[in-house]
């Protein structure tokens, strides 16, 4: 699932591309891609017409377009795709909703394969749709408060891996990100929140920020095609991993084989030297 930075990536693309235009049209093909919107697709495609798009924000792995007071809200779930390009280009073989506007330039196509992603209308969420009202701020808000987030972490008994992926302690934080920051960081996965000291969190919320600022820059991590920017173009992030998905491999920092662990039905991947494991971690 795209994180922060794809996410990101996304978002900048469309607010080169479609701030300042007009809905002219809103065409949904797929229900799911609107099951989000419980008024149904005809009051979605009624609300947009017409209006205009005066930019576009993010909250963590969510993105919305500001028409006028309200949002057009996002989540591109695990192969979803806003694509901007060619009114007349054939259509995608996954395309489930296309935005056309009134200046009769480039389209807006929403394309997921798995059709795990959504849109949604909010009215009056310009600022912050009240679907996502519970989603914490992420560390590249200026919402964020750091000093809230490190005492609400210090006071949890978890892993802080776990505390990591937490989308209402802090948001955009997924897998790759948090395998990668905590390397950086110096910390073992299954490390217990509540065995940290404030500067080992000061330490791992600097990491975070400084791999999600590189892979932005990198435009995301693609392993594969389902990952795009608005121009159907992959990230390159994947080329400065440290440690995720290179299993076996030497560890940029000490040479040491990287390994890779069970966790929540997924994996960790860290470097058993740089990330000792503690003697009493939490999973």
């Given at each position: 699932?795209p994180?922060?930075?794809e996410?990101?990536?996304?978002?900048a693309?469309?607010?080169?591309?479609?701030?300042?235009?007009t809905?002219?049209?809103?065409e949904?093909?797929?229900?799911r891609?609107?099951?989000?919107?419980?008024?149904?697709?005809?009051?979605?495609?009624?609300?947009?017409?017409?209006g205009?798009?005066?930019?576009?924000?993010?909250?963590?792995?969510?993105?919305?377009?500001?028409?006028?007071?309200?949002?057009?809200?996002?989540?591109?779930?695990?192969?979803?795709q806003?694509?901007?390009?060619?009114?007349?280009?054939?259509?995608?073989?996954?395309?489930r909703?296309?935005f056309?506007?009134?200046?009769?330039?480039p389209?807006l196509?929403?394309?997921?394969?798995?059709t795990?992603g959504?849109?949604?209308?909010?009215?009056?969420?310009?600022?912050?749709?009240?679907?996502?009202?519970?989603?914490?701020?992420?560390?590249?808000?200026?919402a964020f408060?750091?000093?809230?987030f490190?005492?609400?972490?210090?006071?949890?008994?978890t892993?802080?891996?776990?505390?990591?992926?937490?989308?209402s302690?802090i948001?955009?934080?997924?897998n790759?990100?948090?395998?990668e920051?905590l390397?950086?960081?110096?910390l073992?996965?299954?490390?217990?929140?509540d065995?940290?000291?404030r500067?080992?969190?000061?330490r791992?919320?600097?990491?975070?920020?400084?791999?999600f600022?590189?892979?932005?820059?990198?435009?995301g991590?693609?392993?594969?095609?389902?990952y795009?920017?608005?121009n159907?173009?992959?990230?390159?992030?994947?080329?400065?991993?440290?440690?995720?998905?290179?299993?076996d491999?030497?560890?940029?920092?000490?040479?040491t084989?990287?390994?890779?662990?069970?966790?929540?039905?997924?994996?960790?991947?860290?470097?058993?030297?740089?990330?000792?494991?503690?003697?009493?971690?939490?999973?």
């Amino acid at each position: 699932m795209p994180e922060l930075p794809e996410v990101e990536s996304v978002r900048a693309g469309l607010e080169r591309h479609v701030t300042g235009r007009t809905f002219a049209e809103a065409e949904i093909f797929h229900p799911r891609a609107v099951r989000r919107h419980q008024a149904g697709p005809a009051d979605l495609t009624a609300a947009l017409t017409g209006g205009l798009v005066t930019g576009v924000r993010r909250r963590g792995k969510y993105l919305w377009l500001t028409v006028g007071d309200d949002a057009l809200l996002a989540h591109l779930g695990m192969s979803g795709q806003l694509l901007v390009g060619d009114r007349l280009a054939a259509c995608e073989p996954h395309l489930r909703a296309r935005f056309t506007f009134t200046d009769g330039g480039p389209d807006l196509r929403f394309v997921d394969q798995r059709t795990f992603g959504n849109l949604s209308y909010w009215p009056g969420g310009a600022d912050l749709p009240a679907a996502i009202a519970h989603i914490a701020p992420d560390p590249l808000e200026p919402a964020f408060s750091q000093e809230r987030f490190t005492t609400r972490l210090l006071a949890r008994r978890t892993g802080i891996k776990r505390a990591l992926l937490d989308q209402s302690l802090i948001s955009g934080v997924g897998n790759i990100y948090a395998d990668e920051s905590l390397w950086r960081a110096g910390l073992h996965w299954a490390r217990g929140t509540d065995a940290l000291r404030r500067s080992d969190v000061a330490r791992l919320l600097a990491c975070v920020r400084e791999v999600f600022a590189e892979a932005i820059t990198a435009g995301g991590t693609s392993f594969d095609r389902l990952y795009v920017n608005v121009n159907g173009q992959s990230g390159y992030f994947d080329r400065s991993l440290a440690v995720y998905g290179r299993a076996d491999r030497p560890c940029p920092r000490c040479g040491t084989p990287v390994i890779r662990e069970k966790f929540m039905n997924r994996s960790s991947y860290s470097c058993p030297e740089c990330q000792r494991r503690p003697r009493q971690g939490r999973w």
